[in-house]
């Protein structure tokens, strides 16, 4: 054998020299024919197919490819089988097949692909796949593919079930494992037919068919292209959803059932609940994949075995985005898909499950902190803490030490701990950093702080100091995204959760807002951010909370420095009257002749979220009013005094209910009070007659001292 191969060598290397030293293209043929046949014998090595490079480049396999007629006698493709041949073992090198002399070839790739391919060419198309493979393996070789067409070009290969359309199907597994978001946006119908054939054999499948096509159809389930927005893409997911309520329904092996709920957990990542329809049947279904759910992560989880678990990451991980649509669905009022009963059970199944994670949790060691897993565990637990406020109270709190210990750490650190398998639920995701667990955390870190004990936990652990770093994060973060209209991102939801939290602090514990530094330099961020976020609508509901949250810190934090008439803190003010001020207009009465007050226009839409915030604004403005001497001719500069005259002299006193009329009375008395010029213009303005009319009588009284 060993001679045989020596023999072959010299072979190649005569034929080389042969390459390089030819006449005349018969010569050249003649050597290519044997050169070819020892790169298909696969006796090439890598140092020898350098050489061949080497000796040939690009052009000839590129004059093959292009040449006409093929000498007498030999298949009419010959030249082109020859060069592909050539192109395919230049390709086995990774430097080569990133060549733009490869990359350029694409279209002519996609061409061979499409062809009909008689018994004499498969190699052809061998080829083709081998130098597809190659350039979905470089640096440029996605992006090319893509824009030159081949995803088409696979998914009709794969669909003709023609020689090697399964190695079609794999090509476009790596494809959109790299590039989805762009192979759906250039090529969404024949990908879409893909499905529609995959969803169709999942649908029919009886034998180990169906769990194989587990595997393969979350790749084909995009996160990009809704499918729900499309009738077709509707259609294959209710024969997904059909296909899996056979397998779910079944008695199961661990490894049929863990690609099923993988598979499950694609789909809600992508689509929510929408896969699943309304109806007696569907319930069912939630409800078993949620229990299916909780059963695996207990089982896992209550008693881990490291080895054992490490295999077992994944599909837990897709078990907590499904008991993530759990919680979702139990708390879903409008057109629910579960019954009251369901939801009983489903909650006291999730707070087993729960449990477990706790458990598991409690048992995490330092060195494993940097593990993905820990991550999935600890948001998908943010979750039920988010929602879930009396449930495992106990568990939680002993718990708390460790959530923070481990936000501080990636927070602080950085992390790579969330390249997850899962992407997030329903997400339409502004940048979320990769270290990024507290951001899962906030929501219940803002039911905890309104409680003493987790509250205590929590300042004890350091965690207001923590959370104020994040804020100035986040802050700089939500400074840097495009001012264009968008969804609400998860930096502003964020930032309005740790207003949220901050306000819990500030009314249940003064004493360490100021004795604790962390909330001076919160003030700060504050002073400087309201005015930067106040002219920008789509912003008003972050402003109301960062209004609200200043006025209540200046008031315990009066003695600080930068709120001593600081250009910064007369900054703020004037943006928190601006945001206070504005809230309120006069408009038609449909009722009566009369104008009444009502919600302005630009508040309307946002005043279910904001309205708590505006009456403890101006509760806190009331008193901030005694404390800041220069406060008074601030807001005499602003001319809010007049603009309140005039509106409460325009509209009718019924259209104010007692709340509204005691907020206005509170800031008004203050004003009075505390500034003989503010207390002449409520005077020159009618306010002895309008205050009467509106039954403010202590700013009657006080306007009626001398």
């Known amino acids: 054998m060993a001679s045989d191969s020596g023999d072959g060598h010299a072979t190649l290397k005569r034929c080389l020299g042969v390459l390089r030293d030819a006449r005349n293209d018969s010569e050249q043929f003649a050597a290519l024919l044997l050169v070819t046949k020892a790169v298909r014998a696969g006796e090439v090595d890598a140092r020898t197919r ?93 992006r090319e593919l893509v824009a030159k067409g081949t995803v088409s070009a696979l998914c009709q290969a794969y669909l003709s079930s023609g020689h090697g359309s399964d ?53 084909f389930i995009p996160l990009s292209a809704p499918l729900t927005q499309d009738s077709q893409g509707s259609e294959c997911l209710h024969r997904v959803y059909r296909g899996l309520a056979d397998i779910l329904g079944s008695k199961l092996s661990q490894s049929q059932r863990d690609p099923a709920l993988k598979l499950a957990a694609g789909l809600v990542q992508a689509c929510g609940a929408e896969w699943i329809p309304a109806g007696t049947a569907g319930s069912k279904f939630l409800a078993l994949l949620v229990n299916l759910a909780c059963v695996e992560v207990r089982l896992t989880l209550e008693e881990p075995d490291p080895v054992e678990l490490e295999g077992k990451k994944e599909v837990v991980t897709a078990c907590y985005v499904l008991m993530e ?29 729960f449990g477990a994670v706790i458990f598991y949790l409690r048992q995490v060691k330092q060195e494993e902190l940097q593990d993905p897993f820990i991550f999935a565990s600890v948001r998908v637990l943010g979750a039920w803490m988010a929602e879930e406020t009396s449930s495992l109270k106990q568990e939680i709190c002993e718990l708390l030490p460790f959530l923070v210990h481990y936000a501080r750490k990636l927070f602080k650190e950085g992390s790579p701990a969330v390249s997850l398998p899962q992407a997030e639920l329903g997400s339409t995701e502004g940048p979320a950093l990769p270290q990024d667990a507290l951001r899962f955390l906030l929501p219940g870190f803002c039911h905890l702080t309104a409680e003493d004990r987790p509250r205590a936990i929590l300042v004890s652990q350091g965690a207001p100091a923590l959370l104020c770093e994040y804020f100035l994060h986040q802050w700089q973060v939500l400074s840097s995204e495009p001012a264009a209209s968008a969804p609400l991102t998860s930096t502003e939801m964020s930032l309005q959760t740790l207003c949220g939290i901050f306000l819990n602090l500030v009314v249940t514990a003064p004493d360490l807002v100021r004795r604790d530094k962390t909330f001076s330099s919160l003030m700060d961020v504050l002073l400087k951010s309201l005015p930067l976020l106040l002219p920008q609508e789509r912003h008003l509901i972050l402003a109301a909370n ?27 003010f004037g943006a928190a009257l601006q945001f206070l001020s504005q809230a309120h207009t006069a408009q038609a009465d449909p009722g009566s002749d009369s104008l009444a007050l009502a919600v302005s226009p630009a508040y309307r839409s946002a005043w279910d979220d904001i309205q708590e915030l505006w009456f403890l604004g101006m509760q806190a403005l009331a008193g901030c009013i005694p404390l800041f001497p220069w406060l008074p001719p601030a807001v005499l500069r602003a001319r809010w005094l007049e603009g309140l005259s005039e509106l409460l002299s325009r509209v009718s006193p019924a259209s104010l209910d007692f709340e509204l009329i005691t907020a206005f009375q509170g800031v008004l008395v203050e004003l009075a009070r505390a500034s003989k010029p503010c207390r002449d213009v409520i005077l020159a303005h009618h306010g002895t007659e309008w205050a009467n009319l509106y039954g403010m009588a202590a700013l009657e009284q006080c306007l009626a001292e001398q």
């Open 167 to 219: 190695r079609a199907l794999t090509l476009l597994l790596g494809l959109l494992a790299v590039a989805e978001a762009r192979c759906w946006q250039r090529d969404a119908p024949q990908l879409l037919a893909v499905l529609s054939k995959l969803s169709g054999d999942f649908l029919k499948a009886e034998d180990m068919t169906k769990f194989e096509l587990c595997e393969v159809l979350p790749h």
């Open 325 to 353: 649509l759990g919680i979702q669905e139990c708390l879903r009022e409008e057109n629910p898909l579960l019954d009251e009963v369901q939801k009983m059970q489903l909650m006291r199944i999730m707070e087993e499950a």
């Open 546 to 572: 960062v209004a609200t949250l200043g006025l209540m810190l200046a008031r315990i934090l009066a003695g600080s420095a930068a709120l001593q008439g600081t250009q910064s803190a007369k900054e703020f």
């Open 50 to 142: 350098r050489q061949i490079f080497d000796a040939i480049g690009f052009t000839f396999p590129t004059r093959l490819l292009i040449s006409g007629q093929p000498p007498p006698g030999c298949p009419t493709h010959t030249f082109r089988a020859l060069g592909l041949t050539l192109l395919a073992c230049f390709c086995t090198d990774p430097e080569l097949a990133g060549h733009s002399q490869v990359l350029n070839k694409i279209p002519t790739f996609n061409e061979i692909l499409l062809s009909p391919c008689p018994p004499d060419s498969t190699s052809m198309v061998d080829d083709v796949y081998q130098c597809l493979s190659a350039v979905l393996a470089t640096a440029r070789g996605p």
